[in-house]
């Protein structure tokens, strides 16, 4: 009997679909956060993957001049540091780790936080600052770093997030 | 796994992602090959890249975007203009140094 109709779906195509563009939301300030933020961007970059960063709250710091430089490890509240609450909350705990941290990262070449600003520009990464954070923080446009490329809406910042591929990640 | 390739009359050993495994194997022709692969029009300023690649790689010093950005033979921004889909990963590959491990 060869009356037997051929089912339409005779081929399952395993199609990959490799990413093209990474959207980061960055809403913290510690060092850990930003430098993964960074990491993913920079990262995405290399692979030839498209990526922008949003700073909001308190990702703000990261791209506020005068704070930039100036962002630590959280000592207190943060069990990765496997240092005790009480002892985490003592003068100069933070600042002493966050020394410790920074010069662990230099022997991995990784560059402190506005040179690093610096490379994603260069490497093609969008920086965009949340509006609605800048104005709760009472920033201007002149307090956020040079090579910022905008200020951007919530709804500005999901219109560029259009296309195939696209993956958003909130940090 | 390696495997054996041929780029234009020469035989050469790759790694299963494409990298020579033997840098002593390059020459400028079958670079000029796997940048064909890759989809580059190469310049004089790709070939200078390449070549600090390879002076690098033969001192055995890690490589990564931002010591390439610092060395003075191209900037980040110009490194990206000329191996768009990946300069660090693309351009190793067409030097015939192995894939550099950095993330930065």
């Known amino acids: ?171 | 796994m390696v495997v054996e390739k041929i780029y234009g009359e020469l035989c050469v050993t790759c790694n299963e992602q494409g990298y020579l495994t033997d840098l002593n194997q390059w020459t400028k022709e079958v670079g000029s090959e796997i940048a064909k692969e890759e989809g580059i029009d190469m310049t004089e300023k790709h070939w200078e890249v390449i070549n600090y690649l390879q002076d690098q790689c033969r001192k055995e010093v890690p490589l990564s975007i931002r010591k390439i950005g610092k060395s003075g033979v191209v900037d980040i921004k110009e490194f990206y203009q000329l191996f768009p889909k990946g300069p660090l990963k693309i351009s190793s590959r067409i030097a015939g140094i192995p894939k550099p491990v950095s993330c930065i």
Not at chain 1, 43 to 59: C, K, L, N, V, W
Not at chain 1, 118 to 123: D, Q
Request: proline share 4%.
């Open chain 1, 1 to 171: 009997m060869e009356n037997t109709v051929e089912s339409p779906i005779t081929k399952k195509v395993d199609e990959k679909k490799p990413i093209k563009k990474m959207m980061l939301i960055l809403s913290k300030a510690t060092i850990d956060n930003v430098y993964a933020c960074f990491i993913l961007a920079n990262g995405a970059r290399m692979e030839g993957i498209e990526s922008e960063i949003f700073f909001t709250f308190f990702g703000l710091e990261a791209i506020t001049k005068k704070k930039l430089e100036k962002l630590h490890v959280a000592t207190v509240g943060n069990p990765g540091m496997h240092i005790p609450t009480m002892l985490g909350g003592l003068p100069g705990m933070e600042a002493f780790a966050t020394k410790m941290m920074k010069a662990e990262m230099e022997k991995l070449d990784i560059p402190p936080v506005g040179e690093f600003l610096e490379i994603l520009s260069a490497s093609g990464t969008k920086l965009w600052a949340c509006k609605l954070a800048m104005d709760m923080f009472h920033l201007e446009k002149e307090n956020l770093i040079d090579d910022l490329d905008g200020v951007l809406t919530v709804g500005d910042f999901y219109s560029r997030a259009e296309g195939d591929s696209t993956q958003l990640m909130f940090i």
